[in-house]
């Protein structure tokens, strides 16, 4: 297994410093099972070539195909990024031999392998854009007038590609409806790279509109696009969401499951529920809170199975797990699903519904008389059948209730989320005024958008201090399919020659606490804001530039400053929010008197221990309102429900 370390290994010219994923004396082993998995492929090409019975032919194309499907999955599960020695020679070795073979005349593919290669299309324009090819157009041209030609150039086509292309494909959406509802999905996983490339969001942009042109059917991929349309906070995202809703509700209306008892059962269902995810940091509080009143039932999906087994995820408070699947994800012609609605629980609680495909089903199906959605991903399913929304009457504003969610809203004393400090001693230095400025940014990959990196950049480039960008992008989103370095590429591309710029990859969240704290001040993302990131600079008293908009996802941030008094770091346009970044890098005496009185605010009992990191606020409150869920004293209505 390769851990995660951060060592600067490839110092860029341009002053980029990337930190990487993977030990060094574990590369050889990597890039050797890329090269035996080529060897293969290349093995079976020459086999066939000396074959001459049709039916001999016929199976090794199909051996040729497998090969083929078995390199794609070799690409996806090494650990590499591209900029390790000799990882990149390699990649382009096993891509170029991929785009090939496939686009040969004589290598014939049908939808079944058309259905299980597309999931790896925004991988393999990820891949070819590393390896300094532009990206496939010379494959594409060179398949158009093939037979199964659409089939070749679904997976050649992704967002990285011209909008002719993607123009194209749309265009043929009806030949197979549920292949191309997949394909269209699979578009969105570019957002691992970022929002950076103005092309990329151009072709996205026309995406969504094609979308909601089209009828839409089942794919494997839907959360991609569920998610990019949040992440971004796209126009069309109510839009689409309810248009997948919509989808779901028809493809699994079979799917229902009838209650004649009451069992004091609760079902969870996550694919985070473990110490150190961000929604297990901010939700199981309110969750254990309930455990000497209700029988707790863990609902996790197949694909968890090796994490579930493990000792990762938490178990401390459920009686039973049960795994729960789609089966069909392949060809949705054949779609049936196995799980919750064979069980017995009054209630589903989703700690972060709409995080991934399984939990965006789910909550389009009615599993449980009381259905509840929380913040681990804070945004309505769209058109779903979740009965409440529970956030926090600090954060949401109820006049915004019927515009931000169909659930209906329940607002609970405080955020809605419970932050937990995740160092207990911390030694506060005093800052003092320096013309080399460290400035932390804890953007992920779909959070990083340039919206609020345009002006942070005008900004770096202009001041006569020193700067240097010190970015935790996390892990999960990246090495999936291959976008980190492409993320860096963007990156690189994004700001001024000027600008320092460290990619820190994959620290845990020790060294993470620890690189955090050398840092002299945080800047948030926009339109996706921080959560748990904002608490982690208020413990180590960091101060941090917030844009508040309208949503809990960019409400959080600037709520939990304003509780603890620091109103001034809020910004709520990006006129603001550039002027509060230049004088938080500039104006020394305002950096220090911000991390002075952050101090101050930590001091025990002090406002960070009674605003931010009071577990009970909000609990006795959720506990109340389950409970009065599940003795039906509710009253009926849309209106937010609030507590005094």
């Known amino acids: 297994m390769i851990h995660s370390i951060v060592t600067p290994i490839i110092p860029y010219e341009d002053n980029t410093v990337i930190t990487l994923h993977g030990e060094n004396d574990k590369l050889a082993p990597m890039i050797k099972y890329l090269n035996s998995r080529c060897d293969l492929l290349k093995e079976s ?10 039916e001999s032919k016929e199976m090794w194309a199909k051996t040729i195909a497998n090969r083929v499907l078995d390199l794609l999955a070799a690409i996806r599960k090494v650990p590499l990024s591209g900029y390790e020695e000799g990882a990149k020679e390699a990649f382009s070795k096993s891509i170029k ?95 691992s790279t970022g929002f950076l490339d103005k092309h990329i969001i151009e072709v996205l942009n026309y995406a969504e509109t ?58 969870i269902y996550s694919e985070n529920w473990f110490p150190g995810h961000s929604t297990h940091r901010t939700v199981a509080k309110y969750i254990n809170a309930l455990k000497d009143k209700y029988e707790f039932i863990l609902l996790y999906s197949e694909r968890l199975k090796p994490i579930v087994e493990s000792k990762d995820f938490d178990f401390s408070m459920f009686k039973e797990k049960h795994q729960v699947a789609i089966f069909g994800v392949f060809d949705p012609l054949e779609l049936s699903i196995v799980g919750p609605h064979n069980i017995d629980f009054d209630m589903i609680i989703y700690p972060d519904a709409g995080y991934d495909t399984l939990s965006v089903i789910f909550a389009n199906m009615r599993l449980a008389p009381i259905q509840i959605s929380m913040t681990g991903f804070p945004s309505s399913v769209f058109g779903g059948k979740l009965d409440y929304f529970i956030s926090g009457e600090d954060v949401d504003d109820p006049k915004l209730a019927k515009e931000n969610y169909d659930e209906r809203l329940v607002l609970l004393p405080g955020f809605g989320a419970i932050h937990t400090r995740q160092e207990e001693n911390f030694d506060y230095v005093p800052p003092t005024a320096k013309d080399e400025i460290l400035i932390g940014g804890c953007w992920v990959g779909p959070k990083t958008n340039y919206c609020f990196l345009e002006p942070i950049n005008e900004i770096l480039a202009k001041t006569d201090k020193k700067c240097t960008l010190r970015i935790f992008p996390g892990i999960s989103w ?64 960091k101060p941090v530039i917030v844009w508040e908009g309208s949503r809990w996802f960019n409400r959080i941030g600037p709520a939990m400053l304003r509780a603890v008094g620091l109103e001034e770091l809020i910004a709520t346009n990006q006129i603001e929010y550039k002027e509060k970044c230049r004088r938080l890098i500039e104006d020394d005496a305002w950096r220090i008197e911000i991390a002075n009185r952050l101090d101050e605010i930590n001091k025990p009992g002090g406002l960070a221990d009674t605003k931010i990191y009071d577990s009970a606020k909000g609990i006795n409150a959720f506990v109340k309102f389950i409970d009065d869920c599940m003795e039906d004293r509710i009253e009926p209505g849309q209106d937010p429900i609030r507590f005094k």
């Open 45 to 54: 090409l020459n086999v066939i070539q000396e074959v001459f019975l049709p």
């Open 97 to 191: 031999l991929v785009l090939e073979t496939i686009s040969d005349e004589e290598f014939i593919i049908d939808r079944s392998f058309c259905y299980r290669a597309a999931e790896y299309s925004t991988m393999i324009g990820n891949v070819a854009f590393i390896c300094e090819l532009p990206d496939t157009q010379e494959y594409i041209d060179k398949v158009r007038c093939q037979e199964n030609a659409i089939y070749k150039l679904l997976l050649f086509v992704s967002a990285r590609n011209s909008i002719e292309e993607v123009e194209h494909l749309f265009s043929q959406h009806s030949i197979d409806v549920p292949l191309f509802n997949n394909w269209s999905s699979n578009l969105f996983q570019i957002a």
């Open 210 to 267: 094609e979308i909601l042109k089209h009828e839409f059917v089942w794919g494997i991929s839907v959360g991609d696009l569920y998610n990019t349309v949040t992440y971004r906070q796209s126009p069309t995202e109510k839009q689409i969401k309810k248009h997948i809703s919509t989808c779901f509700q028809n493809t699994f209306s079979n799917a229902k499951k009838s209650k004649n008892k009451k069992t004091k059962t609760i079902a």
């Open 478 to 541: 990246f090495h999936h399919n291959k976008s980190y370095a492409p993320y860096i590429e963007h990156l690189k591309v994004m700001f001024d020659d000027k600008v320092n710029i460290e990619v820190v990859d994959g620290a845990e969240q020790g060294l993470y606490m620890k690189l955090m704290s050398e840092v002299d001040l945080v800047i948030d993302s926009h339109p996706w804001g921080g959560s748990n990131v904002i608490s982690d600079c208020v413990h180590l008293r």
